[in-house]
């Protein structure tokens, strides 16, 4: 399993589609803000995209489609200078999958939403832009349009089984984007680290082996690189040293044991690299504000 791959199951990413949003003519919806990370796509016409706090409205035409990845108000419009009526209506009158706005249907999209555990911004939403637009005349885009072509195909015909299908199938859209942002704009954070070919060796080693003594010198060995030059470009890209890293990615890997409460806290602390449970408790409570046990008594399963 590659870094990426771990977070996203860390983070228990898990996917909801909503209605369909048919439209025509002059109209404007405003949403409020997603409580994850908020996908459509556009099946067919074009819109204009206003995410509250982002200064340039995105053009949206047909074969697009977008992530916001923060909780901000949004608003899709076919006519600019229409006045919004409020979203939350709209979808909550939706006959047979399908919202309806305006007059006509010159406009069509799906969409839905990404949710996380409450570690998930910290790990990997923060890595990201507020808004990751995917033009459909990007030809790396053609991947996601063959998993929004697919979702929409298991939407219509309605299959037994089609909507966890096409719930599994935003999963591969969400990775797909991620690969073309990163592929596109370098990104930022661990996530850029994923893709530079220094970090990149050190990276997956401290995920491969996390509980392993770590030290700035071994882990430039792994990279084939002087311990100056991946100390100085882990403060570049990621932002903080390798040892704070592996510290972050340990305190996520406990929260997580702790969490499923599947283990002793000394069982956990063996097991992500900490000799002892109060060497684990110090780095715990240092990273989360919480000691381990009353992170338990706050997040893992009862009964």
Not at 94 to 119: C, N, Q, Y
Request: one cysteine or more; aromatic letters at 6%; glycine letters at 10%.
């Amino acid at each position: 399993m590659d870094p990426l791959e771990e977070v996203l199951a860390l983070v228990g990413v898990t996917s909801q589609l909503s209605a369909a949003l048919a439209a025509g003519g002059r109209w404007a919806l405003r949403f409020d803000p997603p409580a994850g990370v908020k996908f459509n796509a556009v099946r067919r016409g074009s819109c204009l995209l206003r995410v509250d706090g982002v200064p340039e409205p995105v053009a949206l035409a047909a074969g697009d489609c977008f992530l916001l990845t923060r909780p901000r108000a949004f608003t899709l419009a076919g006519d600019p200078d229409t006045p919004p009526e409020p979203a939350g209506p709209i979808f909550q009158t939706a006959a047979d999958g399908v919202a309806r706005a305006g007059t006509g249907d010159d406009v069509l999209l799906i969409g839905g939403a990404f949710s996380f555990t409450e570690r998930a911004r910290t790990l990997l939403l923060d890595a990201l832009p507020p808004v990751i637009h995917v033009p459909a005349a990007t030809p790396e885009a053609a991947t996601v349009r063959w998993a929004v072509g697919e979702i929409d195909t298991e939407l219509r015909a309605t299959p037994l089984g089609g909507t966890l299908v096409a719930e599994h199938l935003a999963l591969v859209m969400l990775i797909r984007i991620l690969r073309l942002h990163l592929a596109r704009t370098g990104g930022s954070g661990w996530l850029a680290g994923l893709t530079d070919p220094v970090l990149a060796p050190a990276l997956r080693a401290m995920h491969t082996h996390p509980a392993q003594p770590w030290t700035v010198a071994t882990l430039a060995r792994v990279a084939a690189v002087s311990r100056s030059t991946l100390a100085a470009r882990f403060k570049e890209v990621v932002g903080r040293s390798p040892v704070e890293y592996l510290t972050g990615w340990r305190i996520e890997l406990a929260a997580d044991r702790i969490r499923r409460g599947d283990d002793t806290l000394a069982g956990v602390a063996r097991a992500v690299g900490y000799g002892s449970e109060s060497a684990l408790s110090v780095a715990f409570k240092r990273t989360t504000g919480l000691t381990p046990r009353a992170y338990r008594s706050r997040f893992a399963p009862t009964g």
